[in-house]
């Protein structure tokens, strides 16, 4: 097995005997991030970006801390949606571009039908279009078969189909997971994301070709820092 299957208690001994250092160690993850946080450029130029970062958003982790509140139809009770996708984000080396166009065009419906099967809901297809997709100097219709392109370059772990119950592993764990599904990608390649102690989402960088994955070391050290996640069970 790849992931741990049982809930591990952290010990709470050094915060009882020394407080001074346990405050200091509960504000480095947040320094951390903060060093990390990458530099965002509006409107730029489409189609100038390095390589793409795909986002697969771990469906259940997403709808406990965020999606069931804003009713999302993605997190309905019986949709047991495991790994979806996000989006599909041009970067650069250093940061990355985001709305580069001040009136994006408008995805038809022949494009729509082409999100359909790559996004869990039309709503999220059109945010990614106007934020990370009009940065591709694509058409929306190009840009949502390249999404479906880069997805289907990546295998899901099986250790992470059918969940039966909720599990705990750490985010090096998720990755070896995915690294071992898919040859060719490096430890370099691939980074978690977490909130509140739950795993939210894999990003995987590829070529601007997506021809297959490349190194990615901004993206990589912006991954999650929590020593274990738990991994929320599709419902």
Request: overall charge positive; hydrophobic content about 40%.
């Amino acid at each position: 097995m790849l992931l741990s299957a049982h809930l591990i208690p952290a010990p709470l001994r050094t915060a009882r005997r020394f407080p001074l250092l346990a405050a200091l160690a509960c504000a480095l993850p947040l320094l951390a991030g903060e060093a990390h946080a990458q530099r965002v450029e509006r409107g730029a130029r489409p189609g100038a970006f390095d390589f793409y970062v795909l986002a697969l958003s771990w469906s259940p982790g997403f709808c406990e801390l965020e999606g069931r509140a804003d009713r999302r139809d993605q997190c309905a009770v019986g949709r047991k949606h495991g790994f979806v996708v996000h989006g599909l984000w041009p970067q650069y080396e250093r940061g990355y571009p985001r709305e580069c166009a001040a009136m994006p065009r408008v995805p038809s419906r022949q494009a729509m039908n082409v999100a359909a099967g790559i996004f869990p809901e039309q709503g999220l297809a059109r945010h990614q279009w106007r934020v990370h997709g009009t940065c591709s100097g694509q058409t929306p219709e190009a840009y949502f078969r390249d999404t479906a392109r880069a997805r289907d370059r990546v295998t899901i772990p099986p250790a992470l189909h059918g969940l039966p119950g909720d599990r705990v592993a750490s985010p090096a764990e998720v990755e070896r997971a995915f690294i071992a599904a898919n040859p060719g990608l490096q430890p370099d390649m691939i980074a978690t994301a977490c909130q509140r102690g739950r795993l939210k989402e894999v990003r995987i960088c590829l070529s601007r070709d997506l021809s297959g994955f490349r190194v990615c070391p901004e993206v990589d050290r912006s991954g999650c820092r929590d020593r274990n996640v738990t991994i929320d069970a599709p419902e």
